[in-house]
């Protein structure tokens, strides 16, 4: 009797469990490159085979043909209607981002920016520098160039080496200035949707004109450090201003790589916007201006959007920079002007 019973309660539940077939899996990076000619947009996809509709397109996502090979594939990534990337070319934007020029007499490069850009990186004909972290709209900032292979936004190392290389092989001996921006244009509307999507937005400078620059603004407030992984715990912004190694110990153990600082003729200031319980949250230098003794420093705050799809991780952003002499305080304001957090020197 108990076994009959027990397969009516068996049948049962099998009946409850509904078995779907698994949705296939993609992800996608869309690279923005807008060169001094040609606005283009390649998409790299990764993950399943299958057929993916985009703006009224069929995309067939499958691996690498078997024997094939090309300047612009990437290891890993899958190859679109037998071609390894998705790439519209269009007209020229008239818009501009930004120039560098070589000031006359100093030879100092010198970045103008008429929109906020991330980065700046310069390639000399022999290996790349990088010439500024950050710059706001409207500002422009006396480069030092300090020797690394750019770092970009929403890339992986692998997709940066195919994109440089495309950078350099359009150069003809003439030296690049290439701008990180935040990508102009919306998500490429697909069905079905990636499961990951990420954007990087390049602005490529080919040659550096030579100009005569009266008194060009120094390069004042200088990004040490920035990233997502501080020590910081708490979920409410702090500020940090240390003008001597004292006050600096106050924070220096939440910094995850914290620099020597001689305090000669400069402080340093530090952001922490707060423990955030997902990827996706950054903080950004955009300008900085000096009244009396105080810091004013404008900021932008990133967080993710509505429905995205983010590491589940905690993280905690943060922001260092190096501000020149001893001031008594500074102040960060996102960019709508509102206050974030202050910090004071330390009385000793």
Known sequence: ???????????????ACVFEPQRPYYNVTDVQMFFPDSSERWLYFYGDSM??????????????????NNVWE?????????????????????????????TIPSGNLVVQADQEIKSAWYYDGSRWYQLSASVGVNRQVVARPEARTPD????????????????????GNRPVVLYEITPPLPRLRLEPGPFLYRQAGLVVQYGVPQEIVV????????????????GYSDTSPLAYLATTPISYSRFRNLLPDAPNFAFNDASLAALF????????????????????????ITVSLTSPAPGSVVTQV????????????KPSKVVFRDTSGRVIAEGTALVQ
């Open 152 to 171: 970009l936004d929403g890339l992986t190392g692998a997709e940066e080496q195919v994109v440089l290389r495309e950078v350099l092989a359009r150069r």
């Open 1 to 15: 009797m108990k076994r009959l019973l027990a397969l009516p309660l068996l049948l049962l539940g099998l009946s």
């Open 314 to 325: 905690i993280t905690s952003p943060y922001l260092l920079l190096q501000i020149p002499g």
């Open 215 to 230: 008194n060009p603004e120094p390069a004042r407030v200088e990004v040490l450090g920035q990233g997502s992984q501080s």
């Open 273 to 296: 916007i707060g423990q955030k319980p997902t990827g996706g949250y950054s903080v950004r230098f955009v300008s900085a201006r000096q009244q009396g003794s105080t810091w004013e």
């Open 51 to 68: 057929l993916v509709v985009g703006e009224q397109r069929s995309l067939s996502l499958e691996p690498k043909p078997e024997g094939q």
């Open 74 to 102: 990437v290891k890993e990534a899958l190859w679109v209607n037998k071609e390894p990337v998705l790439r519209e070319v269009s007209p020229r934007s008239n818009r501009t981002v930004a120039r560098t020029v070589s």
